[in-house]
């Protein structure tokens, strides 16, 4: 998908959107729409979160599970590991 300007979910049944890797075309995302997306608790980890530069409107209705938009995904559960050793 070279260009992904618009993006409109709605009624799936996922945890998380995005994992671990990223793709070229979310650069172009200029509108993302959630709604009753009801298990779903993350939509970006952070380090996706800065490829979203042309991101404008973020609509996100109706998904009673969301934990955060921008998650760390393992970054802090790292970090703590380090500091109890």
Not at 57 to 82: K, W
């Amino acid at each position: 998908i070279p260009s992904l300007q618009r993006l409109d979910l709605s009624s799936i049944n996922i945890h998380k959107i995005w994992h671990h890797s990223s793709s070229p075309s979310i650069g172009y995302l200029n509108f993302l729409q959630v709604k009753r997306c009801h298990n779903l608790k993350y939509l970006f980890p952070s380090f996706l979160a800065k490829d979203l530069v042309q991101l404008r409107r973020l609509q996100i209705s109706d998904c009673n599970m969301m934990e955060q938009v921008i998650f760390t995904d393992g970054l802090v559960e790292e970090h703590q590991g380090r500091n109890q050793i």
